[in-house]
């Protein structure tokens, strides 16, 4: 089998690839020019022109949904920014964190502690009280006299999930505790709401500027993926139509860029594993339902435990009866207590259950129906949202996060 494999890596280095650059579709990849956002760095331009004075720019707030270049354009505007810094000897640092980061930076400790490596310091990824790590923290920015301190906190709703509006509140109360630097913040948000749940104290700090992304629409879309497949691919790779069809399906979902983005390079992967020199619209569909499937996945993973073992008792009741269409409440918490019973897991209550149900209906992984049984009461008939051949991957994938 090793000789096998040895030479399938050799005949894949002899294939010619469709692809010029793949780098052009990634979503990690910064353009020399955002198209369709022109106002938007204007704005954020606006705002932070001012550091280039030694002054100190407003906090900002960016928020629109995912796929809408927030951060793309943010980190392109203070690069910029930076840049003009640099040239003319202006002191000014920009930081980036990702506050959606397990175990780097979703919590206010490992946060702060993010910053302090991103200026060059150290200091343990957990153990100490948060106290000492701001101490770290503002210790290191005096001695590396840091005078204009940019801070984008991309994903900021999610540290607020975790660590609460304290966080925040502390992160935007900074320049009160720390001599001769002035600290602006820039929070990143999806959550189209987030703000107006804060506390009134941290939401007019942190909003000192508000800036909206809006969805791009079809024809923007189709003008980003033109823009990127150009560099990205060979000539006459691509059939007419994939582009518009990548669009159509990223317009459908809000807007998303990214997405959109995510299907063209996943389509053309698929082509070129099958050895094809062309992508064709059929690829696009392909891609679609792989990314659905792996968006799946990823949202299993993250989910907290008492959810995941609802789940694997749902899965694993339609895996032991193939026949089986639908399935009613009470056989779910039956088995979801055995399960709990093999985890260690506390058992949650009928009610609970239920909620956790319409949960998972709401995120499109089942079919929550509530029925009527007359004078017996209501349940739930549960049924899958998805196909049956990816029930065993969910049931291997929450074996391994629940330990069984």
């Known amino acids: ?77 203070t690069g910029k920014l930076l840049t003009v810094a640099q040239e003319n000897q202006i002191p000014l640092t920009v930081i980036y964190v990702n506050c959606k980061m397990k175990k780097v930076a979703d919590t206010e400790y490992r946060m702060i502690a993010q910053i302090i490596r991103e200026l060059g310091g150290d200091v343990p990824s957990t153990g100490l009280p948060t106290d000492e790590v701001y101490h770290t923290f503002f210790s290191l920015i005096e ?160 989910q907290p435990k008492q959810v995941q073992a609802v789940l694997y008792a749902i899965f694993t009741i339609f895996q032991h009866e193939k026949q089986l269409n639908r399935v009613h409440t009470g056989k779910v918490y039956e088995v979801y207590r055995h399960v709990c019973n093999h985890t260690g897991l506390r058992p949650l209550t009928q009610r609970r259950v239920s909620d956790i149900l319409a949960e998972l209906d709401m995120l499109g992984i089942i079919n929550a129906q509530v029925i009527s049984k007359g004078r017996y009461g209501r349940t739930k008939e549960i049924s899958l949202a998805l196909s049956q051949s990816f029930t065993d991957r969910i049931i291997t994938l929450l074996t391994e996060e629940l330990e069984l």
Do not use: W
């Open 1 to 77: 089998m090793p000789d096998d494999l040895q030479s399938y890596f050799t005949q894949f280095m002899k294939k010619e690839s469709i692809f010029k650059d793949k780098t052009y579709l990634q979503t990690t990849y910064m353009p020399d020019e955002i198209p369709h956002r022109q106002e938007q760095i204007r704005q954020i331009a606006e705002i932070l022109a001012p550091a280039l004075r030694n002054e100190k720019p407003s906090n900002i707030f960016i928020y629109g949904k995912t796929g809408t270049g927030k951060t793309l354009t943010t980190r392109h505007t």
């Open 143 to 302: 001695k590396a006299n840091v005078k204009n301190l940019i801070l984008i906190l991309d994903e900021v709703d999610e540290l607020v999930k975790k660590a609460g509006d304290e966080a925040l509140y502390n992160l935007t109360r900074m320049n009160e505790y720390v001599k001769g630097t002035q600290i602006t913040i820039i929070g990143i948000s999806n959550d189209l709401i987030f703000v107006d749940n804060l506390d009134p104290r941290v939401k007019s700090s942190l909003s000192e500027e508000e800036i909206l992304f809006p969805p791009y629409n079809a024809l923007q879309i189709q003008d980003i993926l033109y823009k990127r497949a150009e560099k990205a691919f060979k000539p006459g790779v691509l059939e007419e139509g994939v582009i518009e069809k990548c669009a159509a399906y990223a317009a459908r979902e809000h807007g998303d860029a990214r997405r959109a983005l995510d299907l063209l390079r996943v389509a053309a992967e698929i082509a070129e594993r099958e050895g094809k020199q062309k992508v064709t619209i059929d690829y696009i569909d392909l891609a679609e339902e792989k990314i659905e499937r792996d968006r799946i996945m990823d949202i299993i993973k993250t």
